[in-house]
């Protein structure tokens, strides 16, 4: 008995390694066709950032565990990631294009704003505004 779930486990991890990978590798390849949807990427520019993009989502997946352990923790690495995973894309960028991501940045910027008076409004802890942040980006 023992040998058979032993075997169950052994087939069963690199199952769940390759469905994890394909998980990310379609994730990234989304963000990448909205990238390249917001500042129409050349050739070279989408290998990049599509490069970029599988860390990111490799490292956020890493961070999972640590969603239900220390969520403050969590949303601190999260935010984290995203700012340094978008630095890096902005770096990528030609002129034209860093001025459409840095347009799109104060939108979201002037959004995350207008909700965070909103939540503060109705009474909302930091807690969740921080998670309601979380949730918009």
């Given at each position: ?32 066709a ?15 950032v ?8 490799q ?44 347009k ?12 965070r ?11 969740e505004?921080?998670?309601?942040l979380?949730?918009?980006?």
């Amino acid at each position: 008995m023992k040998k058979f779930i032993f075997f169950l486990l052994s087939i069963s991890t690199p199952l769940l390694a390759v469905s994890q990978s394909n998980a990310i590798k379609h994730q990234a390849e989304q963000a990448l066709a909205v990238y390249h949807q917001n500042y129409q990427l050349n050739t070279e520019q989408q290998a990049q950032v599509l490069e970029l993009q599988q860390q990111h989502f490799q490292k956020e997946a890493q961070l999972a565990e640590l969603k239900n352990k220390d969520f403050d923790r969590y949303i601190t690495k999260k935010v984290t990631l995203r700012k340094m995973t978008e630095s890096s894309i902005f770096k990528l960028l030609d002129e034209k294009q860093q001025a459409i991501f840095l347009k799109k940045q104060q939108e979201r910027t002037q959004k995350e704003a207008a909700l965070r008076v909103k939540l503060q409004k109705q009474g909302a802890g930091k807690a969740e505004i921080k998670k309601a942040l979380l949730d918009l980006n």
